[in-house]
């Protein structure tokens, strides 16, 4: 067995054993299972926010928290076990739930909320090698954690060094990373590697420029899968990143397979020793608004967001500049973490345990929720729902603020059956390592999309701003 696999197995019999033990106790409590990919200092803050759901309700929620939530789930569902609620950090799976009938919808209480309307999902099941839908559209996941994307990281004090104001324009954007002041260029901060899956960073630049270059319409065909990858749209796409590479400082991208977006931004800074400060290792970063948690440690204490008034960390974003004579500016690439309630098997009219987790789905789509979730974050967590809060610190005022004012698009690798998103991150990892074999990877690509199942791929559409 791999270990991928005896990981998964280890982690549903946690679970399993999370809800017996709760049976057996003096004061029984009334208790959900929940799974998610968050570990660490993420968990802690979700945590958080069940044990605030647990006081107001009554109802423990037991959360486990693994990388790999695609194949833990797998397994639990074959056991005949799913969890009560999941948290995808990617829709990509979505649609084959739906399909085999193993989600409940959100009927009631979530979906007569209205200001959880702008973080519902709505999918209705698909059969047959065309993808035929076949019944109408429910709500079946909210969307609880959106992540802006579309945008580039800098120092402000580092870049007009360089004598160049942030671009405008896709030229200058180029144009800037051949920037140098003596031995230095402006580099970026690429970094491909990642626990969970590698390639996933470039993807996210593949994406960004289709959607900024070709525009909406062309987007959305490409990620319902009724655009070919090697035509001319797509491959455009991959060329206008390898030449933005190639103009930038020889061996980052080469390099980037090696290194994961945790360290690179790091790079983004000047390192601080005893006998100074030392030169920053990059310039640029192509990341979404989570890296903001990266950043923050390297950052002087003085720097830390405070309640006294605005503040201005010495770092801000500028967004991806529109590519070629068309205005795209007021579309943005996000990403979603969505939480979803799984059917029990054995019950095909009901789910387990139905009503407290309705309750939690209910709550998790709240302003209440969200409110615990930016505390815990220090205002990281950033909603689709309703109007933005207060924010003190301006960089995380300007991100809510993008998202509220923009034609939000989801990450195209995330619409993609799993097979396809996966066989995309590893063709930018060989794009990166051999760019002239570009011809032979679209072919391969297109292949896949071909012979895949046509009723997995999501066909969400960009939401314009409410």
Known sequence: MKRSARMAVATVTVLLAGVALGGCSAEP??????????????????????????????????????????????????????????????????????????????????????????????????????GTRNGRDLAYAVAIATHLKSVVWYDPTELKKFGQDPPATWDELVSLTQRRIGAQQVRWCLAMSSQSVSGWPGTDWIEDILLHQSGQAFYEQWTRGDLRWDSPQVKESWETWGTLLRASSEGTARASLYTTFQTAAKGLFPRRTDAGSTAPRCHLDHQGSFAV????????????????????????FFPTPSIGAADTSALREVSDDVAVMFRDPKEPKGTRDSERARKLMTYLASEEAQTVWRQQTQDLAFSRRGQAPEYQDEVLAAVAQRLRTGTLCWDASDLMPATMATAFERAVLVYLEAPERLDGLLAELDKIRETGHKAEWLDLTCVPPA
């Not at 979700?46 to 797998?74: E, K, M, N, P």
């Not at 948290?87 to 959880?116: F, H, I, K, M």
């Open 29 to 130: 409590t009334a208790e959900l299972t929940v799974f998610g990919s968050w570990t660490g200092v993420e968990e802690a803050a979700f945590t958080a926010v069940l044990d605030d759901f647990q006081q107001r309700h009554g109802i423990r929620a037991r959360y486990q928290g693994h990388r790999d939530v695609s194949q833990v789930l797998q397994v639990a569902i074959e056991r005949g076990r799913p969890p009560d609620v999941a948290v995808l950090p990617r829709v990509n799976d979505l649609q084959r739930y739906v399909n085999a009938g193993q989600l409940a919808s959100l009927e009631g209480a979530v979906t007569t909320d209205p200001g959880a309307a702008a973080q519902l999902i709505k999918l209705a099941p698909k059969v047959g090698p065309n």
């Open 293 to 316: 948690r990266e950043y923050r440690p390297h950052l002087p204490a003085t720097s830390s967001p405070t309640t006294t008034g605005p503040t201005a960390p010495p770092f801000t």
